[in-house]
């Protein structure tokens, strides 16, 4: 008994970390119920890859920050994240090598993510807000890995992506809409390390990107597909896009879709904007 008690008593204190400790936290490989991490001093170092299981729960509230140091680790949420920030105390989860989601629930606001790898799998749902993902290194550019759900809905909404490609998989539109809807994000290039300069680095979203978002701001390309969606009643979309190429050629692929309008506004949606570089 006294040692069936002890156990609960360690759980317990893994579960829930004092606030007030500046010493690194090394974090389970495996959350299996239920972690929940306060904001602190010091960050939670992720010394193994993590895994949380289908059923469990991982929640960082305001402040925490979970962080690799060698970037090469990750993290693998199977059952639910919860990132709970608020302004000027956003929940973290910093240089993550393998970030996936896979048939997720999430609740994810006023939080930053970095990764060298992002794959959002499976049937997820939730929302992320005012929140921005972004990639940790500035080598190669692997696209995130998007699975439009089935069922279900998975919702950004302010959010920032800053040098992610991205690559949509299950699209079927126009039934998809109920199950992925983007409001008010920036879509960023990222940049590349050369010499003692800086440059953007090409990427693209895909052109059904601009169906399921609206009121977006896009620096990225577009990788063109013909848009020959029908919505019975209509599908009206209105887009910042940085690029005034970019923003010609969509309006010549618009014009052929007598069921889908699409407008460009001179402002921007949202707060985001482009790192300022040096040219090449």
Not at 38 to 63: C, D, F, H, N, Q
Request: proline fraction near 3%; include cysteine; aromatic fraction near 12%.
């Amino acid at each position: 008994m006294n040692r069936f008690i002890l156990i609960i008593f360690l759980l317990l204190i893994v579960s829930f970390i004092d606030a007030k400790s500046k010493k690194p936290f090394k974090l389970p490989t495996k959350v299996t119920k239920t972690l929940t991490l306060k904001g602190r001093k010091a960050p939670y170092i992720l010394t193994e890859s993590m895994t949380v299981e289908k059923g469990a729960t991982l929640t960082l509230l305001p402040g925490a920050v979970i962080k690799v140091l060698k970037h090469d680790k990750s993290l693998f949420i199977h059952g639910t994240l919860i990132m709970k920030g608020k302004k000027g105390k956003l929940a973290k989860l910093e240089g993550i090598q393998w970030l996936r989601f896979i048939g997720a629930k999430l609740h994810i606001e006023y939080a930053y993510l970095s990764f060298a790898y992002l794959k959002i799998l499976e049937n997820n749902s939730g929302i992320i807000l005012n929140t921005t993902l972004a990639r940790s290194n500035a080598g190669i550019v692997y696209p995130l890995d998007l699975n439009v759900p089935s069922k279900g809905l998975l919702e950004f909404v302010n959010t920032t992506f800053i040098g992610l490609e991205f690559k949509m998989m299950n699209v079927n539109l126009p039934n998809s809409l109920a199950n992925l809807k983007f409001s008010k994000c920036a879509f960023l290039l990222g940049y590349k390390l050369f010499t003692d300069n800086r440059f953007y680095q090409l990427q693209k979203i895909p052109t059904e990107m601009l169906a399921f978002g609206n009121k977006c701001d896009s620096q990225m390309q577009i990788l063109y597909n013909v848009m020959n969606w029908k919505f019975k009643s209509g599908l009206k979309r209105t887009w910042y896009i940085y690029d005034a190429n970019t923003k010609k050629t969509l309006k010549g692929l618009a014009k052929s879709n007598k069921t889908f309008s699409l407008k460009f506004s001179s402002k921007y949606f949202t707060k985001s904007r482009p790192i300022k570089l040096k040219s090449k």
